[in-house]
């Protein structure tokens, strides 16, 4: 079996390439797994093996993938023409009954990985994510010299397969305040899923930060700020204080260590905060109380207004960010 890949993501546990198996009793699947690398799962002689590549498919490049089989020396990998893998073992692949074959979608659900680091709940159907060309399944074994043959007869031109999907926001820069309906893209396979109207999105702009303030139905319109160089983030992306090693009332006028400032800094992200606030001296907590001012709407836009006002506690040292915590309600009036 052979197949040129351009993978857009690692999926989220092995995916087949393609899949003739039945509950791992009898037939093979060809896929890759949740870090890039291909596999065989073959039923030989009454057992199941499965072999893994060394080599990693690369992202965003188009890849030539193969696997081999054959009942005298056993199963190999190849990943653009050269070997990735090999497992020597003896006798003829069990083809499984009533069974059909699978191309780049799993047959059951399967538990996302690593599950210790994002700790999921409930088994999913998935898919490949990329691009799925030139599969072929071969009546008899290939040997090296023939697919190397064949991944070098294709020349594959530099650069990504495809672009890099970037998270939509509206034009960029600062712009007159206000809310605007908007249709925003985001990737073809993604968008032609939902079923949406015209201009069903809302981006609010501000006159003096490239942040935007973004409602897109692609996130089910859940709000989330756009900073001026293209960074999404939303859901409590205020929240830089507490344990361990946050300022507290009682060290306030203590300097934190360098550590928990890194820490802090790398979650400040709120420009526009800043601009409505005085500066603050070396290691004295001041909490700033003054509400932006009034804001009103341009004629034919959706009105936005601060229903809310910001109240931001900062803690500097010199230079050094520490903490910062800050609660802010902001609202769309539609007119």
């Known amino acids: 079996?052979?197949?040129?890949?351009?993978?857009?993501?690692?999926?989220?546990?092995?995916?087949?390439?393609?899949?003739?198996?039945?509950?791992?009793?009898?037939?093979?699947?060809?896929?890759i797994d949740p870090y890039g690398r291909i596999g065989l799962h073959a039923a030989i002689a009454g057992s199941w093996y499965v072999l893994s590549s060394s080599a990693k498919v690369p992202l965003k490049r188009w890849t030539h993938v193969a696997a081999a089989f054959d009942p005298a020396r056993g199963m190999t990998l190849y990943i653009d023409g050269r070997k990735a893998g090999e497992l020597a073992v003896t006798g003829a692949l069990t083809p499984p009954e009533k069974t059909d074959q699978l191309i780049g979608r799993v047959r059951d659900k399967m538990m996302p990985v690593p599950s210790g680091l994002i700790h999921p709940k409930h088994t999913i159907y998935y898919s490949l994510e990329g691009v799925l060309d030139e599969l072929t399944i071969h009546g008899r074994t290939l040997d090296a010299a023939e697919i190397g043959a064949n991944a070098a007869a294709v020349k594959i031109a530099d650069g990504m397969s495809s672009p890099w999907p970037v998270m939509p926001a509206g034009a960029a820069g600062p712009g007159r305040f206000g809310a605007y309906y908007e249709t925003l893209k985001f990737q073809d396979t993604w968008d032609r899923l939902r079923r949406i109207g015209p201009e069903p999105d809302v981006v609010v702009q501000f006159p003096q930060s490239g942040?935007?303030?973004?409602?897109?139905?692609?996130?089910?319109?859940?709000?989330?700020?756009?900073?001026?160089?293209?960074?999404?983030?939303?859901?409590?992306?205020?929240?830089a204080y507490g344990k361990p090693n946050a300022p507290t009332a009682k060290t306030a006028n203590r300097c934190p260590t360098a550590k928990a400032a890194t820490r802090a800094r790398a979650?400040?992200?709120?420009?526009?905060?800043?601009?409505?606030?005085?500066?603050?001296?070396?290691?004295?907590?001041?909490?700033?109380?003054?509400?932006?001012?009034?804001?009103r709407s341009p004629a034919g836009s959706i009105g936005a207004t601060n229903i809310g006002r910001s109240i931001p506690t900062v803690l500097r040292y010199g230079n050094r960010f520490c903490g910062v915590h800050t609660s802010t309600a902001f609202g769309l009036a539609i007119r």
């Open 267 to 295: 979650f400040w992200r709120a420009p526009m905060h800043e601009s409505w606030s005085t500066g603050v001296t070396p290691c004295r907590r001041r909490r700033i109380t003054r509400a932006p001012p009034p804001i």
């Open 1 to 31: 079996m052979e197949a040129w890949v351009a993978l857009d993501a690692y999926p989220w546990n092995w995916v087949p390439i393609v899949d003739w198996e039945r509950d791992m009793q009898s037939g093979y699947l060809f896929g």
């Open 211 to 239: 942040m935007r303030l973004v409602f897109w139905q692609g996130n089910n319109n859940v709000p989330a700020w756009d900073t001026e160089n293209g960074k999404w983030y939303t859901d409590q992306f205020m929240e």
